[in-house]
T-cell receptor, first 114, second 113 residues
Framework: EAGVVQSPRYKIIEKKQPVAFWCNPI?????LYWYRQNLGQGPELLIR????????DSQLPKDRFSAERLKGVDSTLKIQPAELGDSAVYLC????????????FGPGTRLTVT | DAKTTQPTSMDCAEGRAANLPCNHS???????VYWYRQIHSQGPQYIIH???NNETNEMASLIITEDRKSSTLILPHATLRDTAVYYC??????????????FGTGTRLTIIP
């Protein structure tokens, strides 16, 4: 069974440029998460989806970050415009439901903003 | 804020048991103890979880003290592939589902050949 797929794996952009990350969760998983991981820290939740509905986006910086999961399957996280402080690894995870005890993580996208 | 305290780093000899401690003195009755690990350049991976009884699976054992204020993750025969950052997380399960995973900084475990 394929795991969580993310692309690109690496992205280097200049500040003020837009960037987008894509995630395809495990087939059949209704719950999708986006996390941000700064260097030396644990991942921090940005947003959680139940199917196509964003049910927890309290940690998403809404002035520059946006996310969508239009058909309740794959998802896109966008930053516009990017700032130097956005350099981090962006992780996508999925689980079969919010009641599931296990989240499956993708390998992440390492973003460098110069 | 993370609700757990873990040592920053630990070493363990290959083939020996690795014992990773975690303090969670403010844990509530409906909160489970979860362990995830993150190997370099990969996403976190679920290891095990428990409420109050000791748990064992193919990867590890979880020992939770009777007062539930601390726990120990045991990797019985550590290999070089177990080198990773290990996160201890407390997480509630309510009628609305699981609360979010709140990661701390974890323990960096290095397995020594």
């Amino acid at each position: 069974e394929a795991g969580v797929v993310q692309s690109p794996r690496y992205k280097i952009i200049e500040k003020k440029q837009p960037v987008a990350f894509w995630c395809n969760p495990i087939s059949g998983h209704n719950t999708l998460y986006w996390y941000r991981q700064n260097l030396g820290q644990g991942p921090e939740l940005l947003i959680r989806y139940e199917n196509e509905e964003a049910v927890d986006d309290s940690q998403l910086p809404k002035d520059r970050f946006s996310a969508e999961r239009l058909k309740g399957v794959d998802s896109t996280l966008k930053i516009q415009p990017a700032e130097l402080g956005d350099s981090a690894v962006y992780l996508c995870a999925s689980s079969s439901s919010v009641l599931s005890y296990e989240q499956y993580f993708g390998p992440g996208t390492r973003l460098t903003v110069t | 804020d993370a609700k757990t305290t873990q040592p920053t780093s630990m070493d363990c000899a290959e083939g020996r048991a690795a014992n990773l401690p975690c303090n969670h003195s403010t844990i509530s009755g409906n909160e489970y103890v979860y362990w995830y690990r993150q190997i370099h350049s990969q996403g976190p991976q679920y290891i095990i979880h428990g409420l109050k009884n000791n748990e064992t699976n193919e990867m590890a054992s979880l020992i939770i003290t009777e007062d539930r204020k601390s726990s120990t993750l045991i990797l019985p025969h550590a290999t070089l592939r177990d080198t990773a950052v290990y996160y201890c997380i407390v997480r509630a399960l309510s009628n609305f589902g699981n609360e979010k995973l709140t990661f701390g900084t974890g323990t960096r475990l290095t397995i020594i050949p």
